[in-house]
């Protein structure tokens, strides 16, 4: 299969393509005959050529030799330390047709371009999910095999995706570079910013099958459908009282014990729960978070708004003494 013409170069005989090294030509006849005899052994994957693993290897061992002069980031992969050197240029030429978004190389177009098609190229052997790019499926496969190749250099513990682990050494670091625009408050995660940021939109993706009632948050779900079953499995060691979770009940205690953990950074008053520090805060920023959405008029608390709303409703459950 093999041909040496005179110019030194090895031509394989089946698409004419030339090397000038035989061992060249011998891992290139592998596209051709589907072998890959180079196989990781963390986590099975196979290669046609030594150097191939040795680049994958770097996914398990988080080695990165590349790194960028004009900022000091590394990468595992030449290709990515190419395409971070975009990051410092301001120019992005790929424009997608769709939506308008510009790139800095024709293959982030590409990929981004499958956001409108839903072409998901990439397929997961084991359960049939579809990916746009191939480092997705390669770290969504760590979900079937256990394997966790991305590890905290502090504490040791191991993640299946590199994501996570950047999220994970926020605990380590101690920054919350996440603020939110509407609060101030700080977060070490963008998806904790991205949960928090409902306190402010109103924002409730979580619905209750039963009584359709909506949650911002799943635990907030996941505690209301208690409210079904008439189950109070926790119950208070001095009053008795029964609760549908040690939750609740951890937070009741603190009536009889007088501790409020919760305490405001702007008059030191405490309180028994976050929820109501969070409110009370309103008192010292002036802000209205609650809007009625029949008159707009704001309300630092939800109890006001709740207490506020019976007006349009007609509900006077407390009437006046005059009246009586």
């Known amino acids: 299969m093999t041909g ?37 052994y963390d986590c099975g994957k196979e290669f046609k050529g030594a150097q191939e693993l040795k680049m994958h290897r770097r996914v398990h061992t988080g080695e990165k030799p590349y790194g960028c002069t004009t900022c000091g980031k590394t990468f595992a992969w030449l290709t990515g330390l190419q395409r971070h050197r975009l990051v410092h240029s301001i120019e992005r030429p790929f424009t997608c047709s769709d939506c308008g978004k510009g790139f800095k190389s024709s293959t982030n177009l590409k990929v981004h371009r499958r956001l409108h ?5 990439y397929t997961c052997r084991d359960c049939g999910k579809g990916f746009t790019c191939s480092n997705s499926l390669l770290e969504h496969q ?15 513990k191991g993640f299946t995706h590199f994501s996570k682990l950047l999220s994970h050494q926020q605990v380590h670091s101690g920054k919350r570079p996440f603020g939110c625009s509407d609060c101030g408050m700080d977060f070490k995660r963008a998806q904790e910013l ?8 109103g924002e409730k993706p979580y619905g209750c099958s039963i009584c359709d009632k909506r949650f911002s ?24 009282k029964g609760f549908k979770s040690s939750t609740n009940l951890k937070v009741h205690r603190r009536l009889h014990t007088g501790e409020r953990p919760y305490t405001c950074g702007d008059c ?3 309180f028994t729960r976050s929820d109501s520090m969070l409110e009370h805060q309103h008192t010292h920023t002036g802000e209205r978070p609650y ?10 608390n939800s109890s006001n708004l709740l207490t506020h709303q019976r007006v349009h409703a007609g509900d006077h459950p407390f009437p006046s003494p005059l009246c009586v």
């Open 4 to 40: 040496y013409n005179k110019e030194k170069r090895y031509e394989c005989d089946v698409c004419g393509k030339a090397w000038q090294y035989p061992s060249r030509l011998e891992t290139h006849r592998r596209v051709h005959t589907g072998e890959r005899p180079f196989d990781c």
């Open 117 to 121: 098609t839903g072409e998901r190229p």
């Open 142 to 156: 760590g979900t079937h095999t256990g394997q966790r190749p991305y590890t905290c250099a502090q504490c040791g």
């Open 194 to 201: 991205k949960i928090h940021r409902r306190m402010h939109t």
């Open 217 to 240: 948050w799943l635990s907030g779900l996941q505690r209301h459908r208690r409210v079904h079953s008439s189950e109070r499995p926790f119950t208070c060691s001095d009053c008795g």
């Open 268 to 270: 030191g008053k405490g």
């Open 291 to 300: 809007s009625c959405a029949k008159c707009g008029k704001g309300f630092s």
